[in-house]
């Protein structure tokens, strides 16, 4: 006999199948099996039953502050649209983006793990886990790990957009050889 649960999921699945018009995300976890069911869908973060009618795949939509956790790289590029762009870092123990202005960009950095520092035309702020730090156009800034054993990682949007679309940096040694910049071309 099925439990109410396997029944809920049974009776998800036969909606799934006669909904074939729009696009469909239904997930269901149960200890650590996970059943997703996609249909031209990103991922959903649910607990339980998740049912999630998208119409048509625009702009970027994710888990960002999972995202940003999971993220190794320096660098990773998500999106770019016409007039921004979201960017992904994870910057190791001890390093840091480097002084830099961006003459014409407004740029918004948030903290989602470990500890650091900001420096914004030369004042100092300290940075952690939940901190958002908004960079103005023309200012000299620089975000610095002062952590000695924990990756800093954070997520930034330029606006407008600075980078190549979809550019990925392993490392910040691999971004200083990359002379790259924003090409005017986004994701869509």
């Known amino acids: 006999m099925k439990s109410p649960l396997n029944w809920g999921f049974f009776i998800l699945l036969k ?19 996970i059943y997703e069911i996609t249909n031209q869908c990103e991922y959903a973060n649910s ?15 994710g888990n960002i502050e999972e ?5 190794n790289n320096f660098r990773q590029v998500l999106y770019t ?20 202005v961006h003459p014409d960009v407004d ?11 900001t420096i914004i035309d030369g004042i100092e702020n300290t940075i952690e886990d939940g901190f958002a730090v908004i960079v103005p156009a023309g200012a000299n800034h620089n975000v610095i790990n002062t952590s000695p054993d924990k990756d800093l990682k954070l997520y930034t949007i330029y606006s407008p ?11 910040k040694a691999e971004a200083l050889t990359d002379d790259e910049h924003f090409d005017g071309k986004t994701s869509e």
């Open 67 to 71: 995202i940003a956790k999971e993220n």
């Open 47 to 61: 607990q339980k039953f998740a049912l999630h009618k998208i119409k048509k795949m625009k702009g970027y939509i």
């Open 81 to 100: 649209g016409k007039h921004s762009q979201l960017v992904v870092m994870s910057l190791k123990p001890g390093e840091e983006i480097g002084a830099e």
């Open 15 to 33: 909606l799934f199948k006669i909904m074939t018009s729009d696009f469909f995300l239904i997930k269901y976890r149960r200890s650590k099996i």
């Open 161 to 171: 957009a600075n980078h190549r679309d979809k550019v990925t940096h392993a490392t």
């Open 107 to 117: 740029q918004f950095f948030r903290i989602d793990e470990g500890e650091g520092k």
